[in-house]
């Protein structure tokens, strides 16, 4: 049965179409999205309110896989997803999966592939911040374009994260990362195996919703990062670090008012949603769901249509 993969930028209400597509097929639900894998965090992650029942996580009696099961001080990635992600296909070879999440990355290594590269090692990491201290983004960025001139022209000098991932292979394996990539990256998925579906919707009503759930969800992500806090949790965790939980930091430790912390949270959100817009455009093969207002957001009507359009892939292999 070919997996439905439900795709678009946050807040663009891909959770509650997933659920009426698992209510309407008897399906179950997989999460690929990076934050709401934690437990203790669901206001700021948007992860659905739900309870464990029979060994899975359910909301509104739907099985909903890959969500609220990691410690918040542990951390989770692509190759994690895809092994996990593997599992549950595996243990529900007749159900309808239906993929849904934001994050891209994780999506393109379950469905495309992933390069198989070295992990960082705290030595590694430990003398390129040292690196990076001493000579500042530019210098940095001046050290990858020595040893792999191929990624510094792709690589904006900016781009400290990326800039570091570089010379990290770099230095694990003496070979350039651009020769370690296969390729996988610009693949799209094979639409004989999974069928794509991206909620497009148009950036200002977009932008109107993000402003709208910050404003609800800042109140209770404060109690759910000061809960943490109080229990002795560093600041600094993993989880934490999710998108609007350091502004709820800085907004208990009193650096940040309420207006400033929720003005920064839309504001990184949009930024995200750009990123995700701009990833997930990438898959031309996907079906497009036109969004032009909060009217044309029908789930019921939506998961029809899509469910048609499956079908109609089915039969043409």
């Known amino acids: 049965m070919k997996p439905i993969v439900l795709c678009g930028p946050t807040a663009s209400g891909k959770t509650e179409l997933a659920l009426e ?21 669901t206001a700021g992650t948007a992860k659905p309110q739900g309870q464990w029942h029979n060994g899975y996580y359910q909301v509104e009696g739907v099985p909903y896989g890959l969500v609220d099961f990691l410690p918040v001080t542990e951390t989770f990635n692509a190759g994690a997803f895809r092994k996990r992600a593997a599992e549950i296909a595996a243990q529900h070879p007749d159900r309808q999966l239906i993929f849904a999440g934001g994050t891209g990355m994780y999506l393109h290594a379950y469905f495309v592939g992933m390069d198989e590269l070295p992990s960082s090692t705290p030595k590694t990491r430990e003398y390129l911040s040292a690196l990076l201290k001493e000579k500042g983004k530019q210098g940095l960025h001046a050290e990858l374009e020595k040893k792999d001139p191929a990624s ?36 799209l998925p094979d639409p004989k195996t999974s069928f794509w579906v991206y909620l497009d919707w ?44 350091p502004q709820a930091v800085q907004y208990l430790s009193g650096k940040l008012s309420r207006q400033e912390a929720t003005k920064q949270i839309a504001l990184l959100t949009r930024q995200y949603a750009k990123r995700q817009r701009t990833w997930f455009n990438r898959y031309t093969n996907a079906l497009r769901l036109p969004l032009h207002t909060p009217a044309d957001f029908q789930p019921r009507s939506l998961a029809r249509q899509i469910l048609v359009q499956l079908a109609a892939s089915q039969q043409a292999g």
């Open 21 to 41: 597509l698992a209510r309407q097929t008897g399906g179950m639900i997989v999460s690929a999205d990076s934050r709401q894998v934690y437990t203790r965090l």
């Open 152 to 187: 510094a022209a792709q690589i904006p000098a900016g781009n400290v994260q990326r800039t570091m991932r570089a010379l990290e292979l770099f230095l694990l394996t003496g070979r350039p990362a651009s020769e370690l990539k296969s390729g996988h990256f610009f693949k």
């Open 202 to 245: 148009d950036k200002e009503i977009l932008n109107e919703r993000i402003a709208r759930r910050t404003e609800s969800i800042f109140d209770p992500m404060c109690q759910e990062t000061r809960q943490l806090l109080q229990e002795g949790f560093a600041a600094d965790i993993p989880a934490l670090k999710s998108l609007g939980y």
